[in-house]
Structures are given as structure tokens and as C-alpha cells.
């Protein structure tokens, strides 16, 4: 593998990735999906090297005692690796979203005017222990027209750094400038602050991890932010809630990956349905491995949940542990839900229509649901073929993020000689 990054400031590397993002910005799509595809193969070729490098990261993590849901999305085996690759030629087969004639008209003095999609210039990503996110965010950076700098984490330092490797190496193969894919990783948290800083260089940053560290991000950073939220993600179980399928639904919300933030962490059972839900959706859970913190109601009926503390409500386990509450209807849970919600995702499982609608209608939250697994909340299921993430606020863009929200607009103006009056 080549083209490693010299040892320059976090400033000067912002500076080569501004004026690469010039150069990425013209590249048509034949251009881009040739350059993705050029990635794809590289990651594919470099897998053993990659994986090598992940279990030094593995290692340290064991010993530095970081946790389960951590080693979890740190952890890269030969088929995650090739994963990456899938993502990256999905990604690569997407509609450029540079270009697109968002709205047109043409004034009574004859000036056309278009709004058109481009890129923003520099997207800056900040997160912890997710060596997926190099790559998506990379991918979905130059499918967009942009240039990224990455900050990715000491956990996941010596996997960042031969994932780069390998994506920059395949930019020179293609022709494009390298400097597109920077990290300051090496440089630590100063390499973070400089990242947050660096307003006029980095165009807009996308945390994503802990709650803490999106916190840090929002109230520390001069370029501008879109927040990505902690998932206190919920499950109502209506008392029209048919029996295999609440236990089915909320299984695999929260047994089929804990660690991410789309998994369940509190479900809600409704009064007069507890007797029959709650044993047999406990029951699902505990052959999963899951362990409930429950409320009194619950643990009436399931003697090894754990007593749930008021903290339990508002905390995202990332773990095979899951809240319970018994609520007596639906304007409990639903105030419960406003009470403790992150306005990641919110589902119902329902066989009232009226009922679902008006969980749809009346819970604000970026992604909401009627009968459906929380984990659909993601930019791959939704057919973007990656994320950059997903917002949990309301400006700009909101839920799983993908190539359109790594754009921004500007308005072309073509005249022969107008002028004011």
C-alpha cells in the first residue's frame, strides 16, 4: 500500500483537502463511479493488512477494558471487510446527486434562474471505534463531489490508518488528487480540536458515537454541525399488539445488533395487554441472552428482570439490556416517550389502525414507525447504500443521511443584459 500521509499539521492537511475539494467538485459521474469502484477493489486487495491492523486495535481495546458494544463495532473480520467493499460499489452505483435542478423559473424580464445541487466542499467527521464509518463517509464524500477529513479515534487508530492507506492509494491510482481523504487521527484530541476549529477550511462536521461525544462536538465547534443523536430508542406495545409478533419485533430490535444506535433499549407495554405481552415478549428476550430492567408491573410477571432505576429510562445500554415499563395507555406512553426520547426512532406495534396513525402523526422523532424493527432505521436499508449518519435535528437534514444531504444548493442566473430598474 502507498500514498501514506506525511507527517504535516492538522492545519496544513485541512488545507490540501480544501484545495483537493476544488478538483473533486468537477468530477463527473463517470469519473466518480469509477474512482469508487477503484476503492471497492483496493479495500478487497489490502483485506489481509486490514484486518491485521483491526486485530492490533482489538487487542488493546481487550486490554484497555473498553466495552462490549465498543469491541463490537470495532471489531473487522474478512467478510465485514468485504462488506466495506459492498457498501462502497453500492454507494458507487447511486445517481450523482451534484447537479440536480432543484427548482426553476425564468422572471418577467427574461432572467432564467436554477437552483442546482453541489457539493459543500469538505466534509469533517469526528467518531469513536467505528471503522465502517471511514469508509462510508469517505465513499459518500467523493460520490457527492466533496473531499473529507476524518478523526476516527485512538481505538481505532491502527484500522483508520490502513483503511486511508488504502483509499488514498486508490485515488492516485485513479488520477485524483489524494489529498481528498485526510485524518488527523495521529494528532489526537489536538487533531479533533483543530477539526472543530476549523471554520472556513472544513464546510460542515458530522459526529457520530456517544452521546458525550456528540455533545462536545455541537457546544465546542466553530464549523457548522449536523448533530447525530444518541438512540433511547423505543418500542410501544399496543393492547391490540398480536403476541408472536411484538415478541419477533422487539427480538430483533434489540438482540440482532446492541450495540448500534437503532436498537431498542425501552419498551412499553400497555396496561390491559401486560398479562399477555410481557411474559411472552420476556420470554424472547431472555433466550436472546438480553437482560430487563424492569418496573414493579414487570417484574410481577417476570421474576429474573432486575429492578430498573429512573436512570434506566433515559440510558442507551448498546447492550443486551433492555428497559420495561407497564403504562396505562397510550397518552402514558407517549409522555413517556416525550419525556425520554432522543428523536432517533420510534415504533408501534399495533393492530389499530387509528392508533398507529396517531403514533405516526404525534411522536417527534427523526424516524417513526407502525409494526416495523427500529433497526430499518438506517441508510443502507433505505437504499442509500451507506450513511453518513443519522440526524436527530431538524435543520438541514433529518433521519438516515445520504449522498443528497451531503449537498448544499446555489442559484445560476443566466440573463443577456438585465438590470434593475
Known sequence: MTTTIAARSAQERMELARAASRRVALLDDAAKTALLDGIASAIERDSSEIVAANAVDLERGRTDGISTGLLDRLTLDAGRVQALADAVRAVATLPDPVGRVLDERTLPNG???????????????????????????????????????????????????????????ALADAGVDPEAIQTVDDFGRDGARALMQARGLVDVLVPRGSAALIETVVTESSVPVIETGAGVVHIVLDSTAPTE??????????????SVCNAVETVL???DA????????????????????????????????????????????????LSMRVVDDLDAALEHIRTYSTQHTESIITDDTARAERFLAEVDAAVVMANASTRFTDGGEFGFGAEVGISTQKLHARGPMGLPELTSTKWLARGDGQIRP
Open 111 to 169: 432572467l432564467h434562474l436554477q437552483k442546482v445541487s453541489v457539493p459543500f466542499g469538505v466534509v469533517g467527521s469526528i467518531y469513536e471505534a467505528r471503522p465502517n464509518v471511514t469508509v462510508d463517509i469517505a465513499a459518500l464524500a467523493l460520490r457527492s463531489g466533496n473531499a473529507v477529513v476524518l478523526r476516527g479515534g485512538t481505538a481505532a487508530l491502527h484500522t483508520n490508518q490502513a483503511l486511508v492507506t488504502t483509499m488514498r492509494s
Open 269 to 271: 407495554v400497555l396496561a
Open 245 to 258: 409478533r411484538a415478541r419477533e419485533i422487539v427480538v430483533n430490535a434489540k438482540a440482532q445488533r446492541p
Open 274 to 321: 401486560a398479562d399477555r405481552l410481557v411474559p411472552a415478549v420476556a420470554a424472547g428476550l431472555i433466550d436472546a441472552g438480553v437482560t430487563i430492567h424492569g418496573d414493579e408491573a414487570v417484574r410481577a410477571l417476570v421474576p429474573s428482570a432486575v429492578p430498573a432505576t429512573d436512570a434506566d429510562w433515559a440510558t442507551e445500554h448498546m447492550s443486551l439490556d
